[in-house]
C-alpha cells in the first residue's frame, strides 16, 4: 500500500497524481475514492488533469472518458481500459492505494 495523503487534503471533485510507475490518479468524487492508471489507454495524457464529472474522467487531450469504477472506456477514442486500484482510509484519515507489485518496487527502488 502506497500513502497518497490525509483525507482532508483531497477536496470532493479533485484528484492528486502518484509518481509510481506507471503513474496512478486518486479521485474523490460522490463521497467515494477512486485509482486507476494516470496514463490515457488512448495516448500518453494524465488523466489527474482532465474533466471529472460523476464517477467519469474525461482525458484532456482528446476526450475520451473512462469510468472510476471499472476503468472501461466509455466512449472513443479510447478502446482499452485503464488499470483500477483499491483505495483505503485508515483510522487516522490516511488515504492508501494499493498498487501492483512492479509499481510498490519501483517506488521502493527510487527511495533507496
Known amino acids: 500500500m502506497i500513502p497518497v495523503c490525509h483525507l482532508d487534503d483531497l477536496p470532493e471533485g479533485e484528484s492528486v497524481r502518484l509518481s509510481t510507475e506507471p503513474p496512478i490518479a486518486v479521485f474523490r468524487t460522490g463521497g467515494a ?26 482525458c484532456p487531450l482528446h476526450a475520451a472518458a473512462f469510468d472510476l469504477r471499472t476503468g472501461q472506456p466509455s466512449c472513443l477514442p479510447a478502446r482499452r481500459p485503464v488499470r483500477t486500484h483499491r483505495v483505503s482510509v485508515d483510522d487516522s484519515g490516511f488515504v492508501h492505494v494499493q498498487v501492483p507489485a512492479d509499481a510498490e518496487a519501483a517506488r521502493e527502488g527510487s527511495v533507496a
Do not use: M, P, R
Open 33 to 58: 475514492l477512486y485509482a486507476i492508471d494516470d496514463t490515457c489507454s488512448h495516448q500518453d495524457a494524465s488523466l489527474s488533469e482532465g474533466w471529472l464529472e460523476g464517477c467519469f474522467v474525461e
